[in-house]
Protein backbone atom coordinates (compact mmCIF):
# COMPACT_ATOMS: atom_id res chain seq x y z
CA UNK A 1 0.00 0.00 0.00
CA UNK A 2 1.07 3.17 -0.89
CA UNK A 3 1.75 6.08 2.03
CA UNK A 4 -0.75 8.31 2.77
CA UNK A 5 -1.01 11.73 0.85
CA UNK A 6 -1.53 14.59 2.86
CA UNK A 7 -1.98 18.36 2.20
CA UNK A 8 -3.98 21.27 4.05
CA UNK A 9 -7.52 21.07 2.87
CA UNK A 10 -9.04 18.53 0.93
CA UNK A 11 -12.79 19.60 -0.75
CA UNK A 12 -14.58 16.56 -2.31
CA UNK A 13 -16.69 18.28 -5.32
CA UNK A 14 -15.43 20.68 -7.45
CA UNK A 15 -18.88 22.52 -8.34
CA UNK A 16 -19.15 26.33 -7.40
CA UNK A 17 -19.24 25.81 -4.33
CA UNK A 18 -15.61 23.55 -3.92
CA UNK A 19 -14.16 25.78 -6.54
CA UNK A 20 -14.40 28.92 -4.63
CA UNK A 21 -13.32 27.46 -1.42
CA UNK A 22 -10.45 25.87 -3.13
CA UNK A 23 -9.48 29.14 -4.96
CA UNK A 24 -9.90 30.84 -1.76
CA UNK A 25 -7.87 28.80 0.02
CA UNK A 26 -5.01 28.49 -2.23
CA UNK A 27 -5.24 32.18 -2.62
CA UNK A 28 -3.67 32.01 1.21
CA UNK A 29 -0.76 29.95 0.33
CA UNK A 30 -3.01 26.61 1.50
CA UNK A 31 -2.22 23.22 -0.11
CA UNK A 32 -5.50 22.29 -1.26
CA UNK A 33 -6.74 19.20 -3.18
CA UNK A 34 -10.28 19.61 -4.92
CA UNK A 35 -11.54 15.96 -5.55
CA UNK A 36 -15.12 15.28 -8.31
CA UNK A 37 -16.58 11.41 -9.42
CA UNK A 38 -16.99 13.78 -13.08
CA UNK A 39 -14.57 15.16 -15.21
CA UNK A 40 -15.07 18.83 -16.22
CA UNK A 41 -17.08 20.28 -18.09
CA UNK A 42 -19.35 17.78 -16.83
CA UNK A 43 -23.46 18.25 -17.63
CA UNK A 44 -25.50 20.00 -14.78
CA UNK A 45 -29.50 19.80 -14.20
CA UNK A 46 -29.99 23.61 -13.61
CA UNK A 47 -31.43 26.59 -14.75
CA UNK A 48 -28.96 28.75 -14.51
CA UNK A 49 -30.36 31.89 -12.56
CA UNK A 50 -27.96 34.65 -11.38
CA UNK A 51 -29.56 36.99 -9.42
CA UNK A 52 -28.46 40.37 -8.42
CA UNK A 53 -27.10 38.87 -5.31
CA UNK A 54 -24.91 36.22 -7.41
CA UNK A 55 -23.11 39.01 -9.74
CA UNK A 56 -22.54 40.89 -6.50
CA UNK A 57 -20.81 38.40 -4.96
CA UNK A 58 -18.75 36.83 -7.44
CA UNK A 59 -17.21 40.37 -8.18
CA UNK A 60 -16.54 41.03 -4.46
CA UNK A 61 -14.92 37.28 -3.99
CA UNK A 62 -13.65 36.94 -7.41
CA UNK A 63 -13.16 40.61 -8.90
CA UNK A 64 -15.33 39.70 -11.48
CA UNK A 65 -17.86 42.00 -12.61
CA UNK A 66 -21.04 41.30 -14.69
CA UNK A 67 -18.69 43.00 -18.44
CA UNK A 68 -15.80 40.03 -17.48
CA UNK A 69 -18.75 37.34 -16.73
CA UNK A 70 -19.97 38.54 -20.40
CA UNK A 71 -16.69 38.22 -21.94
CA UNK A 72 -15.66 35.17 -21.05
CA UNK A 73 -18.92 34.14 -22.73
CA UNK A 74 -20.60 32.90 -19.43
CA UNK A 75 -24.06 34.85 -19.74
CA UNK A 76 -25.46 33.36 -22.40
CA UNK A 77 -29.18 35.51 -21.87
CA UNK A 78 -30.77 38.33 -20.04
CA UNK A 79 -34.40 38.65 -19.48
CA UNK A 80 -36.09 41.66 -18.01
CA UNK A 81 -39.44 41.13 -18.17
CA UNK A 82 -41.33 38.80 -15.60
CA UNK A 83 -44.51 37.35 -14.94
CA UNK A 84 -46.57 34.68 -11.94
CA UNK A 85 -49.16 32.79 -12.57
CA UNK A 86 -51.81 30.72 -11.53
CA UNK A 87 -51.82 28.44 -14.03
CA UNK A 88 -52.22 30.08 -17.53
CA UNK A 89 -53.98 33.19 -15.31
CA UNK A 90 -51.48 36.05 -14.73
CA UNK A 91 -51.61 37.04 -11.14
CA UNK A 92 -48.21 39.21 -11.31
CA UNK A 93 -45.88 40.32 -13.52
CA UNK A 94 -43.58 43.08 -14.45
CA UNK A 95 -39.93 44.88 -15.18
CA UNK A 96 -36.97 43.81 -13.31
CA UNK A 97 -35.19 46.98 -12.22
CA UNK A 98 -32.20 44.69 -12.25
CA UNK A 99 -32.46 42.33 -15.36
CA UNK A 100 -31.74 37.94 -14.62
CA UNK A 101 -29.17 36.60 -16.04
CA UNK A 102 -28.81 33.17 -17.34
CA UNK A 103 -25.49 30.40 -17.53
CA UNK A 104 -24.79 27.31 -18.80
CA UNK A 105 -23.83 25.37 -16.04
CA UNK A 106 -21.15 23.13 -17.61
CA UNK A 107 -19.03 25.82 -18.72
CA UNK A 108 -19.89 28.00 -15.83
CA UNK A 109 -18.73 25.37 -12.89
CA UNK A 110 -15.57 24.66 -15.33
CA UNK A 111 -15.15 28.54 -15.68
CA UNK A 112 -14.56 28.67 -11.39
CA UNK A 113 -12.83 25.23 -11.39
CA UNK A 114 -9.51 26.63 -13.46
CA UNK A 115 -9.53 29.68 -11.46
CA UNK A 116 -9.28 27.87 -8.23
CA UNK A 117 -6.49 25.49 -10.38
CA UNK A 118 -4.99 28.98 -11.37
CA UNK A 119 -4.78 30.13 -7.67
CA UNK A 120 -2.50 26.71 -6.96
CA UNK A 121 -5.07 24.13 -6.00
CA UNK A 122 -4.74 20.43 -7.38
CA UNK A 123 -7.61 18.62 -9.09
CA UNK A 124 -8.14 14.79 -8.76
CA UNK A 125 -11.00 14.21 -11.14
CA UNK A 126 -12.84 11.01 -12.56
CA UNK A 127 -12.69 8.97 -9.75
CA UNK A 128 -15.22 9.35 -6.92
CA UNK A 129 -14.68 9.35 -3.00
CA UNK A 130 -16.11 6.36 -1.46
CA UNK A 131 -14.69 7.00 2.57
CA UNK A 132 -14.88 10.16 4.54
CA UNK A 133 -13.59 10.36 8.04
CA UNK A 134 -13.90 13.38 9.98
CA UNK A 135 -12.31 12.21 12.98
CA UNK A 136 -9.22 11.70 11.12
CA UNK A 137 -9.92 14.05 8.39
CA UNK A 138 -9.19 11.55 5.44
CA UNK A 139 -10.77 10.25 3.11
CA UNK A 140 -10.35 6.85 0.41
CA UNK A 141 -11.34 7.05 -3.71
CA UNK A 142 -12.48 3.88 -5.37
CA UNK A 143 -9.47 3.45 -6.71
CA UNK A 144 -7.60 2.98 -3.62
CA UNK A 145 -5.64 5.82 -3.00
CA UNK A 146 -6.05 7.66 0.31
CA UNK A 147 -4.99 11.80 1.26
CA UNK A 148 -4.82 13.10 5.12
CA UNK A 149 -6.18 16.50 5.30
CA UNK A 150 -5.96 18.74 8.49
CA UNK A 151 -9.42 20.04 7.26
CA UNK A 152 -12.14 18.62 5.15
CA UNK A 153 -15.24 20.00 3.21
CA UNK A 154 -17.98 18.28 1.51
CA UNK A 155 -19.24 20.33 -1.80
CA UNK A 156 -19.86 16.99 -3.23
CA UNK A 157 -24.40 18.27 -3.25
CA UNK A 158 -27.46 15.84 -2.74
CA UNK A 159 -26.61 12.72 -2.34
CA UNK A 160 -23.08 14.44 -0.60
CA UNK A 161 -20.94 11.09 0.57
CA UNK A 162 -19.10 13.55 3.09
CA UNK A 163 -22.77 14.12 4.68
CA UNK A 164 -22.60 10.74 5.93
CA UNK A 165 -19.98 11.07 8.11
CA UNK A 166 -22.40 13.69 10.56
CA UNK A 167 -22.99 11.61 13.37
CA UNK A 168 -27.19 10.76 13.17
CA UNK A 169 -27.20 13.06 16.51
CA UNK A 170 -26.36 16.21 13.77
CA UNK A 171 -27.74 14.61 10.82
CA UNK A 172 -31.69 13.06 10.15
CA UNK A 173 -31.50 11.61 6.95
CA UNK A 174 -35.60 10.75 7.27
CA UNK A 175 -36.40 14.92 7.75
CA UNK A 176 -33.36 15.61 4.86
CA UNK A 177 -35.59 12.86 2.68
CA UNK A 178 -39.18 14.95 3.36
CA UNK A 179 -37.17 18.18 2.06
CA UNK A 180 -36.12 17.08 -1.03
CA UNK A 181 -37.71 18.19 -4.12
CA UNK A 182 -38.31 16.34 -7.12
CA UNK A 183 -37.78 18.20 -10.45
CA UNK A 184 -38.32 17.31 -13.98
CA UNK A 185 -36.75 19.92 -16.89
CA UNK A 186 -36.60 20.26 -20.32
CA UNK A 187 -34.82 21.98 -22.65
CA UNK A 188 -37.35 23.14 -25.66
CA UNK A 189 -35.41 24.53 -28.91
CA UNK A 190 -36.42 28.45 -30.23
CA UNK A 191 -38.69 27.12 -32.84
CA UNK A 192 -42.18 27.89 -34.49
CA UNK A 193 -44.33 25.31 -32.40
CA UNK A 194 -43.69 27.49 -28.97
CA UNK A 195 -44.26 31.24 -29.48
CA UNK A 196 -40.68 32.91 -28.63
CA UNK A 197 -41.16 34.97 -25.36
CA UNK A 198 -38.05 37.27 -23.51
CA UNK A 199 -39.89 36.35 -20.40
CA UNK A 200 -39.01 34.52 -17.26
CA UNK A 201 -42.35 32.75 -16.21
CA UNK A 202 -43.43 31.05 -12.63
CA UNK A 203 -46.46 29.27 -12.97
CA UNK A 204 -48.30 27.57 -9.59
CA UNK A 205 -50.59 25.28 -9.03
CA UNK A 206 -49.81 22.40 -11.41
CA UNK A 207 -48.23 21.12 -8.62
CA UNK A 208 -49.34 20.77 -4.66
CA UNK A 209 -46.36 22.25 -3.03
CA UNK A 210 -44.00 23.40 -5.93
CA UNK A 211 -43.88 25.29 -9.13
CA UNK A 212 -43.13 24.98 -12.18
CA UNK A 213 -40.75 27.96 -14.63
CA UNK A 214 -40.34 28.50 -18.03
CA UNK A 215 -37.35 30.34 -18.77
CA UNK A 216 -36.23 31.78 -22.12
CA UNK A 217 -31.99 31.35 -23.16
CA UNK A 218 -30.39 32.44 -26.55
CA UNK A 219 -31.03 28.60 -28.32
CA UNK A 220 -34.08 27.07 -26.23
CA UNK A 221 -36.07 27.77 -23.41
CA UNK A 222 -35.77 26.25 -19.89
CA UNK A 223 -39.13 24.66 -18.91
CA UNK A 224 -39.49 22.52 -15.50
CA UNK A 225 -41.22 21.76 -12.20
CA UNK A 226 -40.34 21.08 -8.60
CA UNK A 227 -42.14 19.96 -5.71
CA UNK A 228 -42.06 18.38 -2.30
CA UNK A 229 -43.68 15.35 -2.04
CA UNK A 230 -46.84 14.20 0.36
CA UNK A 231 -48.71 10.98 1.07
CA UNK A 232 -51.14 12.78 -1.03
CA UNK A 233 -49.12 13.90 -4.00
CA UNK A 234 -49.97 12.33 -7.55
CA UNK A 235 -47.19 11.84 -10.04
CA UNK A 236 -44.97 14.77 -10.88
CA UNK A 237 -44.35 13.41 -14.02
CA UNK A 238 -48.22 14.17 -15.02
CA UNK A 239 -48.11 17.20 -13.16
CA UNK A 240 -45.20 18.05 -15.69
CA UNK A 241 -47.21 16.59 -18.73
CA UNK A 242 -50.10 19.23 -17.49
CA UNK A 243 -48.26 21.96 -17.22
CA UNK A 244 -46.39 21.28 -21.24
CA UNK A 245 -49.89 21.25 -22.95
CA UNK A 246 -51.15 24.17 -21.09
CA UNK A 247 -48.14 26.30 -22.63
CA UNK A 248 -48.10 24.29 -26.10
CA UNK A 249 -45.67 22.11 -25.93
CA UNK A 250 -45.71 18.54 -27.07
CA UNK A 251 -44.71 15.55 -23.92
CA UNK A 252 -43.43 13.64 -26.89
CA UNK A 253 -40.50 15.03 -25.90
CA UNK A 254 -40.34 12.45 -22.47
CA UNK A 255 -37.59 11.21 -23.71
CA UNK A 256 -35.38 14.54 -23.14
CA UNK A 257 -37.07 14.92 -19.87
CA UNK A 258 -34.03 14.88 -17.41
CA UNK A 259 -34.84 14.97 -13.02
CA UNK A 260 -32.43 15.87 -10.29
CA UNK A 261 -33.45 16.45 -6.53
CA UNK A 262 -33.59 20.10 -5.20
CA UNK A 263 -32.41 21.01 -1.84
CA UNK A 264 -36.03 22.78 -0.75
CA UNK A 265 -35.68 24.00 3.12
CA UNK A 266 -33.90 20.96 4.31
CA UNK A 267 -30.32 23.12 5.37
CA UNK A 268 -28.29 21.83 8.20
CA UNK A 269 -27.99 24.49 11.11
CA UNK A 270 -25.29 22.06 12.54
CA UNK A 271 -23.00 21.35 9.11
CA UNK A 272 -19.61 20.55 11.09
CA UNK A 273 -18.08 18.02 12.84
CA UNK A 274 -14.45 17.20 13.93
CA UNK A 275 -12.57 18.25 11.23
CA UNK A 276 -15.48 18.63 7.97
CA UNK A 277 -17.48 21.28 7.45
CA UNK A 278 -20.41 21.49 4.80
CA UNK A 279 -20.86 23.80 2.19
CA UNK A 280 -23.71 24.18 -0.89
CA UNK A 281 -26.19 21.47 -2.13
CA UNK A 282 -24.39 19.43 0.71
CA UNK A 283 -25.98 21.51 3.69
CA UNK A 284 -28.84 21.98 1.63
CA UNK A 285 -28.49 25.42 1.23
CA UNK A 286 -31.04 26.20 -1.41
CA UNK A 287 -33.69 28.86 -1.02
CA UNK A 288 -37.18 27.31 -0.82
CA UNK A 289 -38.92 29.13 -2.24
CA UNK A 290 -37.41 29.52 -5.89
CA UNK A 291 -34.87 26.79 -5.39
CA UNK A 292 -31.89 29.17 -6.36
CA UNK A 293 -28.69 27.41 -5.29
CA UNK A 294 -25.40 29.05 -7.16
CA UNK A 295 -25.67 32.08 -4.81
CA UNK A 296 -25.55 30.03 -1.92
CA UNK A 297 -22.87 27.48 -3.14
CA UNK A 298 -20.50 30.69 -3.71
CA UNK A 299 -21.53 32.20 0.04
CA UNK A 300 -20.89 29.39 2.35
CA UNK A 301 -18.07 28.19 0.41
CA UNK A 302 -16.56 32.14 0.63
CA UNK A 303 -17.90 31.96 4.84
CA UNK A 304 -16.33 28.26 5.17
CA UNK A 305 -13.51 29.71 3.79
CA UNK A 306 -12.87 32.44 5.34
CA UNK A 307 -13.50 31.15 9.04
CA UNK A 308 -10.42 28.26 8.30
CA UNK A 309 -7.83 31.21 7.10
CA UNK A 310 -8.91 33.25 9.93
CA UNK A 311 -8.42 29.96 12.48
CA UNK A 312 -5.71 28.58 10.50
CA UNK A 313 -6.79 25.39 9.92
CA UNK A 314 -7.39 24.85 13.42
CA UNK A 315 -10.60 22.61 13.41
CA UNK A 316 -12.65 23.61 16.32
CA UNK A 317 -12.32 27.21 15.78
CA UNK A 318 -12.95 27.01 12.49
CA UNK A 319 -15.77 25.04 13.17
CA UNK A 320 -17.26 27.37 15.34
CA UNK A 321 -16.71 30.37 13.43
CA UNK A 322 -18.35 29.05 10.23
CA UNK A 323 -21.29 27.73 11.85
CA UNK A 324 -22.14 30.65 14.00
CA UNK A 325 -21.72 33.04 10.58
CA UNK A 326 -23.45 30.81 8.54
CA UNK A 327 -26.68 30.69 11.03
CA UNK A 328 -26.45 34.91 11.34
CA UNK A 329 -26.30 35.18 7.73
CA UNK A 330 -27.70 32.76 5.44
CA UNK A 331 -29.60 30.49 7.12
CA UNK A 332 -31.15 33.45 9.11
CA UNK A 333 -32.59 34.48 5.54
CA UNK A 334 -33.07 31.24 4.47
CA UNK A 335 -35.74 30.69 7.94
CA UNK A 336 -37.78 33.64 6.54
CA UNK A 337 -37.52 32.85 2.99
CA UNK A 338 -38.94 29.78 4.24
CA UNK A 339 -42.25 31.16 6.24
CA UNK A 340 -42.98 33.11 3.51
CA UNK A 341 -43.36 30.35 0.79
CA UNK A 342 -45.91 28.91 3.41
CA UNK A 343 -47.81 31.87 3.85
CA UNK A 344 -47.71 33.50 0.24
CA UNK A 345 -46.89 30.16 -1.97
CA UNK A 346 -48.05 26.77 -0.32
CA UNK A 347 -50.98 28.56 2.10
CA UNK A 348 -52.68 29.39 -0.89
CA UNK A 349 -53.32 26.83 -3.17
CA UNK A 350 -56.97 26.24 -2.26
CA UNK A 351 -57.52 30.36 -2.79
CA UNK A 352 -55.79 30.23 -5.84
CA UNK A 353 -52.75 32.15 -4.33
CA UNK A 354 -54.93 35.20 -3.91
CA UNK A 355 -52.97 35.97 -1.13
CA UNK A 356 -49.76 36.38 -3.55
CA UNK A 357 -51.39 37.58 -6.31
CA UNK A 358 -52.38 40.50 -3.80
CA UNK A 359 -49.16 40.57 -2.29
CA UNK A 360 -47.44 41.17 -6.61
CA UNK A 361 -50.44 43.87 -6.94
CA UNK A 362 -49.72 45.93 -3.83
CA UNK A 363 -45.88 45.20 -3.10
CA UNK A 364 -44.22 44.05 -6.69
CA UNK A 365 -40.73 46.02 -6.33
CA UNK A 366 -40.57 44.66 -2.08
CA UNK A 367 -40.74 41.00 -3.27
CA UNK A 368 -38.82 41.88 -6.50
CA UNK A 369 -36.21 43.30 -4.31
CA UNK A 370 -36.29 40.25 -1.85
CA UNK A 371 -35.74 37.73 -4.53
CA UNK A 372 -32.59 39.66 -5.70
CA UNK A 373 -31.13 39.98 -2.18
CA UNK A 374 -31.26 43.57 -2.18
CA UNK A 375 -33.85 43.70 0.30
CA UNK A 376 -34.08 40.94 3.50
CA UNK A 377 -36.98 38.90 3.93
CA UNK A 378 -36.77 39.26 7.10
CA UNK A 379 -38.22 42.94 6.89
CA UNK A 380 -40.42 41.84 3.71
CA UNK A 381 -42.94 44.02 4.67
CA UNK A 382 -40.88 46.93 6.06
CA UNK A 383 -40.04 49.84 3.29
CA UNK A 384 -36.00 49.29 2.54
CA UNK A 385 -33.34 52.01 2.48
CA UNK A 386 -32.34 51.08 -1.40
CA UNK A 387 -28.94 50.34 0.63
CA UNK A 388 -27.26 46.77 -0.61
CA UNK A 389 -28.63 44.40 1.79
CA UNK A 390 -26.44 41.80 0.36
CA UNK A 391 -24.81 40.18 3.80
CA UNK A 392 -21.35 41.15 3.36
CA UNK A 393 -19.58 37.54 2.41
CA UNK A 394 -16.28 37.78 0.56
Known amino acids: MSALATCDVAIIGAGPAGATAAYLLARQGYDVRLFDRRGFPRPKLCAGLLTWKSIDLLERIFGQSLDRLKDHGLIVHTCREYRIYYKMKEIGGGRLDFPFHFVERPAYDHH ?19 GVDAEAGRLTLADGRAFGARM ?19 FNERRW ?45 TLG ?58 CGLADPLLGEGIYYAHASASIAATAMVEANLEAGPAGRMYRERLNRTLIRELRWIKLWRTALFFGGRLRRYRGLGLFCRLLPKRLEAAVQGRHPFSRLLLPGSGRNHNPQIG
Open 152 to 170: LIGADGVWSKARRALPEQI
Open 225 to 282: IAGLRTPRSGSIRKDFQTFLNSVGVATDMEACWKGSPLPYGNYLEQPVHRRLLLIGDA
Open 112 to 130: WLRLAERAGAKTITGTAVT
Open 177 to 221: RANLAATIEIRHPNDSTLPPSECACLHFGYVPRGYAWSFPGRTAR
